[in-house]
């Protein structure tokens, strides 16, 4: 059974980076597609971006100056930074596999990590 | 960005009612329709892909259809277990972007 967990700092100051691990167990990170998706308390979801096995990405328009995706496959884990946050950065993060030959389509979801934006 | 708007926002029903939450895409998608249930507190899950296809695993009660602009999320008989939130999710253009969500209440 494939899991995927968020890691990273719960609390990040205005204008700070925001840097999340997603790792991946019972499953191999070869031959998929890895998102990030976000969700404000309260409000919807936001597809952030994309990045393949092999490093390449897509970010979502309305955050492309600030968002870089990364993979390390040998340790089996992709990762988020978001440059310059405020507080409309504050959100669940989840991680999330693209079901395969499906890529913009989540079968596998982390539980999710709140990340909060204050001084 | 496709905007993709789901009616109604939220709904009351009981258990063993037939349901149905609708999804409109502000351009044709073709069948590039997905519909994920979220409990409160957890990550999504996947119910229906492709507008049609039931996720493994997922109950047959969950019926999904539809196709262009226009698509419909069915439960057929409400189960304690499915009064939780809805969101449709376009995978057609990047990026795949969500309705706002509808949530089944009793």
């Known amino acids: 059974q494939v899991q995927l967990q968020e890691s990273g700092p719960g609390l990040v100051k205005p204008s700070d980076t925001l840097s999340l691990n997603c790792s991946v167990s019972?499953?191999?990170?070869?031959?998929?597609?890895w998102s990030w998706i976000r969700q404000p308390p309260g409000k919807g979801l936001e597809y952030i971006g994309y990045?393949?096995?092999?490093?390449?990405?897509n970010y979502n328009p309305s955050l492309k100056s600030r968002v870089t995706l990364s993979v390390d496959t040998s340790r089996d884990q992709f990762s988020l930074k978001l440059d310059s946050v405020t507080a409309a950065d504050t959100a669940v993060y989840y991680c999330a596999r693209g079901k395969r030959g499906y890529m913009h389509v989540f079968d596998y979801w982390g539980q999710g990590i709140l990340a909060t934006v204050s001084s | 960005d496709i905007q993709m708007t789901q009616s109604p926002p939220s709904l009351s029903a009981s258990v063993g009612d037939r349901v149905t939450i609708t999804c409109r895409a502000s351009q044709s998608i073709s069948n590039y329709l997905n519909w994920y249930q979220q409990k409160a507190g957890k990550a999504p899950k996947l119910l229906i892909y492709?507008?049609?296809n039931l996720h493994s695993g997922v109950p047959s009660r969950f019926i999904g259809s539809g196709s262009g602009t226009d698509f419909t999320l069915t439960i057929s008989s409400l189960q304690p277990e499915d009064f939780v939130t809805y969101y449709c999710q376009q995978s057609h253009s990047f990026p795949g972007t969500f309705g706002q969500g509808t949530k089944v209440e009793v």
């Open positions: 990045i393949s096995y092999s490093g390449s990405t």
């Open positions: 492709g507008a049609s």
């Open positions: 019972g499953g191999s990170i070869i031959n998929y597609y």
